[in-house]
Structures are given as C-alpha cells and as structure tokens.
C-alpha cells in the first residue's frame, strides 16, 4: 500500500497542514507516504491511495499517470466536493469542511474584540469531522 500525495506543502499553510497530516497517519499505519506528481513511486505497488485538496488535482493525477495507476487499486481522498466520473476508483472519500461554522467562530471572535474582549492569542480549532465514503 502506498499513500500519494497530492498538495503542494509551499503553496500555503491549509495544504502544508494537510501534508504533514497525510504523512503522520501513513506513518502510523507502516504505510509510505510521498509527494509525488511523476507516478514513479507507485511502480511494482498493487494499491494506491491519492489525496489532494480537491477533486481536480486527483484527476489531473490520474490524466497525466494512467500507466502508473493502470492496474492497480486506485482508492481517492479529496476535499469538499467529487464533480467527476468514478470510473477507475476502488474507493473514493471526501472530507467536507464546515466552512459556515468556521466562518461563525472567526466572527464571534472578532465581535468579541471589538467589545474589548481580550485576545488570548491561542490558534482556534474547529474540530468538525464529515467524511462522505462514494464509491
């Protein structure tokens, strides 16, 4: 089994997060893990799982490496949306985020500060898991 990553950690802090993530749970489960747009990392591997931020770089992926995913089990994990055809996937996930919660969480706190609310400086976590199984 094999985890290919997909985002691109200089881009910004979202996809550098999502990155050390990927990396942290492969290598919780023994699994490699890397960051790999050329497909060679998948050779002689019978299962591959891609993840990405988006729907459309896994397929962008998959366009550009279909050698490199030609007979293998092809399992997909993406975020928000799957606006594609999942032919060519044993399994495909997203993650939806919930941005209206998010959103409601940064304006209740910049309301507070405007009422002189002290800012403690700490990161906010909104801790909101929804994973939809597709295929």
Not at 9 to 15: D, F, G, K, L
Not at 106 to 130: F, K
């Amino acid at each position: 089994d094999h985890v290919v990553v997909l985002d691109k950690p200089e881009t910004n802090v979202v996809q550098k997060e999502r990155c050390e993530g990927y990396a942290n749970a492969a290598r919780e489960l023994g699994v490699s893990c890397a960051l790999d747009w050329s497909g060679a990392s998948c050779e002689g591997r019978a299962r591959i799982a891609l993840v990405g931020s988006s729907w459309n770089v896994v397929e962008k992926w998959m366009a550009e490496n279909r050698d490199a995913a030609a007979g293998k089990a092809v399992f997909a994990g993406a975020f928000d949306s799957w606006n594609i055809d999942r032919t060519g996937y044993a399994c495909i996930y997203v993650c939806r985020q919930d941005f209206k919660t998010m959103a409601e969480r940064a304006v209740d706190m910049l309301i507070g500060q405007l009422h002189g609310q002290p800012d403690s400086g700490a990161r906010l976590e909104v801790d909101i898991r929804v994973c939809e199984k597709l295929s």
